[in-house]
């Protein structure tokens, strides 16, 4: 079974690690699944020739066809639309060079290139959705609704669903928004919820030097949908009951941002740990919190979110302290008690949400109920199993 997978997100970026390679290699390990990955990949990460040779040293271990190709940002639509083309002609020569069974289009740039191979070549597309992608852009304040970019987008997104042999949501919520869509009522697609999984051979508990006062970690980016001013009232809050504890935040490229953030709220530099961090150790740091926090906006798009890091603190056998209108992700922290969901950004909420993550945070079990939440919700493995049926059944309908 040959199968094109085609990721708008690049192989040489965490994401792309975490989220595409990471499932395509343990899927490669079925003898009967033979992958052909294009992903487009950022100029300034193919530059770094040390990554680039990592990666396609992993890509050729598992005996995946990996093409590279650039991905190009400014003028936005033009270098989309050149990025499509390019894509178009590329997948095409692959489908008809190597007969390809499944196209497999991991959001929305890739999905309208495996909606073309449909149309010419009767391939069997899988329409791997990750959000409602149009609506982000509104709800990031990148579109407007009035926005022709949009209106098309969404018309896309109607092609999407009704063309795709399966679809895949991240969510159970974007699946109940979805039955919503009147032009779905008649030929509601084919659809499996699968998360976004992590490795949890990776992402476990490790045994590490930890602050001997309570840590409250923070992990990955504080932009767009991140509510990082209300995170940091959060942190302001913990001190205030708990002057000696510690804040530990792992970021990118965003200090100078977090620390006028903090020094806005008059956190002390003293308890503020701001470090950077490649891939391969975020395990390990993960495991010095105690506890975590992060606040998503709660916009209609959000719904079909299912964010990582929730799958990797938990692995990790870390409590968080979250918000609810996110996907699925209050329901699974409530559920299990794994952590705080907070229902408004008050200040007496976000007081009362790190009082109780203390307390929970001490449970004698709490780290056990984590991490069989994740391996319950977001096992890697799961995934790939549940990706392998989608593939199966769609051969046979051949």
């Not at 990750?130 to 987008?153: C, H, P, Q, T």
């Not at 209609?300 to 799958?311: D, G, V």
């Not at 299990?336 to 203390?358: P, Y």
Request: aromatic residues 12%; contains cysteine; glycine residues 6%.
């Amino acid at each position: 079974m040959k199968i094109l997978y085609i990721t708008y997100d690049g192989l040489l970026e965490p994401l792309g690690q975490s989220q595409v390679l990471a499932y395509l290699e343990k899927l490669s390990s079925f003898q009967e699944l033979d992958f052909h990955l294009i992903s487009y990949e950022k100029p300034e990460d193919i530059k770094d020739l040390s990554l680039v040779s990592s990666i396609q040293e992993r890509t050729n271990k598992a005996s995946i066809k990996w093409y590279k190709t650039i991905y190009h940002k400014k003028p936005t639509a033009l270098a989309t639309s050149f990025d499509i083309l390019l894509g178009i002609f590329k997948s095409l020569y692959l489908v008809m060079r190597h007969r390809i069974d499944i196209v497999h289009a991991r959001s929305y740039v890739p999905a309208f290139i495996a909606l073309l191979l449909k149309k010419f070549t009767g391939i069997k597309f899988v329409f791997d959705m990750r959000g409602f992608w149009a609506d982000e852009r509104v709800d990031g304040g990148i579109w407007l609704e009035s926005d022709n970019l949009y209106r098309i987008s969404k018309w896309l997104e109607r092609q999407f669903l009704l063309n795709a042999d399966h679809v895949v949501s991240l969510t159970e919520a974007g699946v109940e928004e979805m039955k919503s869509f009147r032009y779905l009522n008649s030929n509601f697609p084919r659809i499996t919820v699968i998360p976004t999984c992590s490795d949890l051979n990776k992402f476990k508990p490790y045994k590490v030097t930890k602050n001997k006062e309570f840590t409250l970690g923070y992990l990955g980016t504080v932009g767009t949908w991140y509510l990082f001013e209300e995170t940091v009232k959060a942190f302001a809050e913990l001190l205030k009951i708990r002057p000696e504890s510690n804040i530990f935040i792992i970021n990118k490229g965003e200090h100078e941002y977090i620390s006028k953030c903090l020094e806005d709220k008059n956190i002390p530099l003293s308890r503020i740990e701001l470090i950077s961090s490649d891939y391969e150790e975020i395990p390990l740091l993960i495991n010095k919190m105690d506890a975590a926090i992060f606040f998503i906006k709660p916009v209609f798009s959000k719904q079909s979110s299912s964010p990582t890091k929730l799958a990797e603190l938990l692995g990790c056998g870390i409590p968080c302290l979250s918000n609810k209108g996110v996907g699925d992700m209050s329901r699974i922290i409530d559920a299990e008690r794994v952590g705080i969901s907070l229902g408004d950004f008050s200040e007496s909420s976000i007081a009362n949400g790190i009082t109780n993550l203390i307390s929970l945070s001490k449970e004698p079990d709490i780290k056990d109920r984590c991490i069989n939440a994740a391996y319950k919700y977001f096992s890697l493995e799961e995934g790939v199993i549940k990706y392998k049926k989608i593939y199966k059944s769609l051969v046979k309908l051949k």
